[in-house]
């Protein structure tokens, strides 16, 4: 069922995930190792691993709603452009 099961079991450990299975993000994976040392803290949906991101029902903490995984891709994308920003 969309929203119930996240399905994200495929993803390598790296990428974190609560009990449930859900995608951490945010202040959730501030202490995963590949954010030990970095200049900058995770944004608000981005993941335990830098520069991925994560949006929707598959993020943990997510309102399960179709607005709000929209408007968290939409999101997303000014993060994405933050980061991208953090390499130039
Ligand atoms: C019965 C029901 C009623 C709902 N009613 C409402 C409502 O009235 N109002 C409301 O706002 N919300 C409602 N929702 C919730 C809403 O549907 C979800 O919050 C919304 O669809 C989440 O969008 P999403 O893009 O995050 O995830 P999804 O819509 O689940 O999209 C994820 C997509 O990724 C695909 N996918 C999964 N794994 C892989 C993979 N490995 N490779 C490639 N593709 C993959 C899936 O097939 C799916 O198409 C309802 C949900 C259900 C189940």
């Known amino acids: ?3 119930a099961k996240p ?11 609560d009990n449930k299975g859900f995608v951490k993000t945010g202040a959730a994976v501030a202490d995963a190792p590949a954010w030990k040392g970095a200049k900058r803290p995770p944004g608000p949906l981005e993941t335990s691993r830098p520069g991925i991101f994560a949006v929707g029902d598959v993020r943990s903490g997510s309102v399960k709603r179709a607005a709000a995984a929209v408007g968290e ?3 997303a994308v000014e993060g994405i452009h933050q980061a991208l920003g953090t390499y130039a």
Not at 7 to 17: Q, V, Y
Request: proline content about 12%; charged content about 30%; cysteine-free.
């Open 73 to 75: 891709g939409g999101m």
């Open 1 to 3: 069922m969309i929203g």
């Open 7 to 17: 399905r994200a079991d495929w993803l390598p450990p790296e990428i974190e995930r």
